[in-house]
Every structure is written in structure tokens, then in C-alpha cells.
């Protein structure tokens, strides 16, 4: 017994003098602690000579420390995100948030447990209606007249009139999931509406900036038209204009890109007030990574809608916290 004491205290004794050694090799070269390499303001070969061995010195003295401890004490390793939201999460108020989504596939696929929606509500403990549709525009590209008997597109405004009771959601949207989702939906209740939209209008070629403001066979007269209807008639109701996600882009040198369709998205939410999540440039989605966040070039992939409602959790809880 007295062995394994004597044994211990030795230990113990290596490693303050190891803390120690580091200590002093810290104070005397703070750069060195950060892990940065120190830059050149014109230092003398024998000056940058020592720096190096000081940086070694403690390189070497942490890997001594880490196998004596069995931890990595690295100081440059480490990430501190200070506005990141933690797992299960919920948004602080004595209220049930209500969120409804008008969107295409990037919010519709994965219905279930695994799509953007259900991964959101578990994150921040909200209530989703997910009424995106696959496949739908924000421009009316199916339908040319502004009358509403007998309408048949559920593109984004298409969802605005169903929403405002001016179509019949049961003829417009039957045999979809979104109808039982907006049939039971008081929007009078509902705090955010996400709109999201613009894949399908870059896949159509549909212009984006129109000569009528309002004109709803563009992208953004259609968004216009719908943020300014459904804040006329719901005017609690906090708007979220979202971004294009990225995807493999067409190489025609004549088609707009989709970044212009993220730029027009921008625009609107900067004109009516509204909020903007800009995701085609914020979930850092690009040429590089696309395979692991895409599944097929332009949907979403299980890591890619992680990484969209995580996005997603971040940005509501900032904005509650306004």
C-alpha cells in the first residue's frame, strides 16, 4: 500500500511540475498558447529561431501531460459556439408557439420523424403545420386569371387564399397532406408563417422581378402578393421569408441562377418588414460538400435537413429573444 502511495505522489509531482513548465512557457510567449503561428513583423532569425523552440517546448510538454492525464488539453481544439441552441430546447414562453410552413419539397419530403418540421418541433418544443406541397412555386405558373371560383394552383398564393377562406382548401388541396394541416389550422393563432419557396421557380424559369408589383406569374410579385394579403388579414402574424436551398445549378449562360432568386426573396422580406433567412448562402452548402447535404443533387439529405433545422432552431430563438 505504501508502494502504490509513493507511486501516486510521483505522479502528482510530474504533472504540477509539467503545469508549471507550460505555465512559464505561456507567459513568456503568449502567442504560442493560442495555438497561432506567430507572424513575421520582421523578428531576427535568432528571435524566430527561439520561438520555435518555445513552441516545441510546449508541444512537447502537453503531449507528456496528455498521456499522464489521458486527455487532449489543446487550447486551439476547442469550439465555443455562444448563440448555438442546445438538443430539446424550448423557446421561452408561457404559450405554445404555432408555426405554419408554405413551402415545396425541401420542407414536404421526410414527412414524419425525420423531416425539417418534426426535427424543429423536437428541437424548440413548437407546434409546426406543415402545409408545403412538393413541387409548387411561389408564382402562379398554372393558372392566369385572378378569379377565385374555380382556382386550381396551390402555388404559394394559391395556399394564401385557402388560408384566407376566399378557395376551398377540401377542392384545392384533396388527397394532400397540407389539406388536413391547414383545415386545422386558426391562423389568427399562429405566431410565425414560413414562407418558403424557389426551386421550382428556378426549375420553371419563371421571371423573377415583375413590371406589376403584384404580379403573381413572378417570384417576386408573388411573394409580395401573398406577405401583403396574409399580413392584411392576420396582422399578429410575424412573416419569415426564406431562401432557395443550393443545388446543382444549370450551366445555360441565359437562365437566371438561383442565387438571383435568393437575392429577389431578399428584397421582399427588406421591403414589407419582414423576417429573412438567406439558407442558400447560410447553411454553407456548395460545390464541395453537396454530396453529404444533398441526396440527389437538390433535396436535402438526412445530414442537410439536420443541419437546415438546426439553422432553423437557431434563428427562431433569436428571434423570440428580440
Given at each position: 500500500m505504501k508502494k502504490i502511495n509513493l507511486m501516486f505522489l510521483g505522479e502528482c509531482v510530474i504533472i504540477v511540475a509539467l503545469l508549471l513548465l507550460i505555465g512559464s512557457?505561456?507567459?513568456?510567449?503568449?502567442?504560442?498558447?493560442?495555438?497561432?503561428?506567430?507572424?513575421?513583423?520582421?523578428?531576427?532569425?535568432?528571435?524566430?529561431?527561439?520561438?520555435?523552440?518555445?513552441?516545441?517546448?510546449?508541444?512537447?510538454?502537453?503531449?507528456?501531460?496528455?498521456?499522464?492525464?489521458?486527455?487532449?488539453?489543446?487550447?486551439?481544439?476547442?469550439?465555443?459556439?455562444?448563440?448555438?441552441v442546445s438538443?430539446?430546447?424550448?423557446?421561452?414562453?408561457d404559450e405554445e408557439i404555432k408555426i405554419v410552413v408554405f413551402g415545396d419539397s425541401i420542407w414536404d419530403m421526410q414527412r414524419g420523424t425525420d423531416g425539417i418540421s418534426e426535427r424543429?418541433?423536437?428541437?424548440?418544443?413548437?407546434?409546426?403545420?406543415?402545409?408545403?406541397?412538393?413541387?409548387?412555386?411561389?408564382?402562379?405558373?398554372?393558372?392566369?386569371?385572378?378569379?377565385?371560383?374555380?382556382?386550381?394552383?396551390?402555388?404559394?398564393?394559391?395556399?394564401?387564399?385557402?388560408?384566407?377562406?376566399?378557395?376551398?382548401?377540401?377542392?384545392?388541396?384533396?388527397?394532400?397532406?397540407?389539406?388536413?394541416?391547414?383545415?386545422?389550422?386558426?391562423?389568427?393563432?399562429?405566431?410565425?408563417?414560413?414562407?418558403?419557396?424557389?426551386?421550382?421557380?428556378?426549375?420553371?424559369?419563371?421571371?423573377?422581378?415583375?413590371?406589376?408589383?403584384?404580379?403573381?406569374?413572378?417570384y417576386v410579385g408573388a411573394l409580395r402578393h401573398a406577405v401583403a394579403k396574409m399580413t392584411e388579414t392576420y396582422p399578429d402574424l410575424e412573416v419569415i421569408l426564406v431562401s432557395p436551398t443550393y443545388c446543382e445549378l444549370y450551366a445555360d449562360p441565359n437562365k437566371e441562377s438561383l442565387e438571383a432568386y435568393a437575392e429577389g426573396a431578399r428584397m421582399v422580406a427588406e421591403e414589407r418588414g419582414t423576417y429573412f433567412w438567406d439558407v442558400y448562402h447560410d447553411l454553407g452548402i456548395n460545390e464541395e460538400n453537396k454530396k453529404l447535404y444533398?441526396?440527389?443533387?437538390?433535396?436535402?439529405?438526412?445530414?442537410?435537413?439536420?443541419?437546415?433545422?438546426?439553422?432553423?432552431a437557431q434563428r427562431l430563438a433569436e428571434i423570440k429573444a428580440e
Open positions: 512557457l505561456l507567459k513568456e510567449n503568449p502567442t504560442v498558447a493560442l495555438g497561432k503561428e506567430k507572424e513575421d513583423y520582421g523578428l531576427s532569425n535568432e528571435a524566430q529561431q527561439e520561438s520555435g523552440k518555445q513552441a516545441e517546448n510546449v508541444q512537447y510538454a502537453k503531449d507528456i501531460l496528455e498521456q499522464r492525464m489521458g486527455q487532449d488539453i489543446s487550447g486551439n481544439d476547442e469550439t465555443v459556439s455562444g448563440n448555438s438538443e430539446n430546447q424550448t423557446l421561452q414562453t424543429l418541433e423536437e428541437k424548440l418544443g413548437v407546434e409546426i403545420y406543415n402545409c408545403a406541397i412538393g413541387g409548387t412555386t411561389a408564382a402562379v405558373v398554372s393558372e392566369s386569371t385572378d378569379l377565385r371560383e374555380g382556382w386550381k394552383s396551390y402555388s404559394l398564393n394559391g395556399m394564401m387564399y385557402a388560408a384566407r377562406g376566399e378557395v376551398s382548401a377540401n377542392s384545392l388541396l384533396q388527397n394532400l397532406p397540407a389539406l388536413e394541416e391547414i383545415k386545422s389550422i386558426d391562423f389568427n393563432e399562429v405566431d410565425y408563417l414560413i414562407i418558403s419557396y424557389g426551386l421550382n421557380d428556378y426549375f420553371s424559369s419563371v421571371e423573377i422581378y415583375p413590371q406589376d408589383m403584384y404580379d403573381m406569374e413572378t444533398l441526396s440527389d443533387g437538390v433535396h436535402l439529405s438526412e445530414q442537410g435537413r439536420e443541419l437546415y433545422a438546426g439553422y432553423a
